[in-house]
C-alpha cells in the first residue's frame, strides 16, 4: 500500500514540475520577446529617421540582448524560426551599414512579426496541439 502511495506521489510532483516548467518558460518568452520588440522597434524609428550612428548603436544593444535570448530560445523553441529571426536581423544590419532605410524597415518590421509569433507559437493551446 505504502509503495502505491508512494508512487502517487511521485508522479504528481513530476507532472507538478512539468506545469511549473512549463508556466515559466512562457512566461519567459512573452517577456524577452516584449522586450526585443521594444529594442528593435526603436532601432526601426532611429532608421526611418535615417539617423544612422543612433540606429547602429540601438542595434548593438538589441543585438547584445537577442545574443542572450537567442541562446535560451534555442532549448525549447524552433530552430528554424530562430534562423528565419537571425537572417532578418542581418540583413537589416546589412541595410544599416548601407544607409538603405526602406529594406531595413522592412526586414526589421519581418524581424518584429517573428519575434511576436514566437511566444504564440509555444503556447499550450488546443489549436497548437492539433
Known amino acids: ?4 502511495i508512494g ?3 511521485i508522479i504528481i510532483i513530476v507532472v507538478g514540475l512539468i506545469g511549473f516548467g512549463g508556466v515559466y518558460s512562457q512566461r519567459y518568452l512573452d517577456r524577452s520577446a516584449s522586450q526585443l520588440v521594444v529594442e528593435l522597434e526603436e532601432v526601426k524609428k532611429a532608421v526611418e529617421q ?7 548603436d540601438a542595434y548593438a544593444k538589441f543585438n547584445k540582448n537577442w ?8 532549448m525549447f523553441t524552433d530552430h528554424f524560426e ?3 529571426i537571425e537572417m532578418r536581423l542581418t540583413r537589416g544590419r546589412s541595410f544599416i551599414e548601407a544607409e538603405d532605410a526602406t529594406n531595413a524597415i522592412a526586414e ?3 524581424a518584429i512579426m517573428l519575434l511576436d509569433h ?4 509555444e503556447r499550450l493551446t488546443l489549436y497548437n496541439i492539433f
Not at 118 to 121: A, H, K, Q, S, T
Open 67 to 74: 545574443s542572450k535570448a537567442h541562446e535560451n530560445w534555442a
Open 82 to 84: 530562430l534562423d528565419n
Open 108 to 110: 526589421f518590421n519581418e
Open 50 to 56: 535615417e539617423r544612422w550612428k543612433e540606429s547602429r
Open 118 to 121: 514566437i511566444p504564440e507559437r
Open 1 to 4: 500500500m505504502n509503495r502505491i
Open 7 to 9: 508512487s502517487y506521489v
